[in-house]
Nanobody, 122 residues
Framework: VQLQASGGGWVQAGGSKRLSCVVS????????MGWFRQAPGKEREFVAA????????YYSDSVKGRFTISRNNDESTVYLQMNSLNSDDTAVYYC????????????????WGRGTLVTVSS
């Protein structure tokens, strides 16, 4: 399985950004997907996850109401729309495949992409 995240970069506080993650080597529509992030000097933190058909999602409290996870099964792509960004959102963002639905622990996600850096400037 290969996951390629993209869309990172620099953004001003209060701005928006959309991340994408293209998945290959796996039946995408049968795979639940998630996003994590890792800020410098901090542990990897769960952000959001979406069920196979996209009918169910869950988020961390820190991003709920600001971030939206979605997917396009025809394009084998999962997205993370990030709005009202602040400096605390600065991190490398990773997409991953879900092994245990409902979990927020990295150990319950198996395949990982290389990550894309988002820098929020205040």
């Amino acid at each position: 399985v290969q996951l390629q995240a993209s869309g990172g970069g620099w953004v001003q506080a209060g701005g928006s950004k959309r991340l994408s993650c293209v998945v290959s080597g796996r039946t995408f529509e049968m795979t639940s997907m998630g996003w994590f992030r890792q800020a410098p000097g901090k542990e990897r933190e769960f952000v959001a996850a979406i069920w196979r058909a996209g009918i169910d999602t869950y988020y961390s409290d820190s991003v709920k109401g600001r971030f939206t996870i979605s997917r396009n099964n025809d394009e084998s792509t999962v997205y993370l729309q990030m709005n009202s960004l602040n400096s605390d959102d600065t991190a490398v963002y990773y997409c991953a495949t879900v092994r245990r639905w409902g979990s927020t622990w990295p150990e319950d996600f198996d395949s990982w992409g290389r990550g894309t850096l988002v820098t929020v400037s205040s």
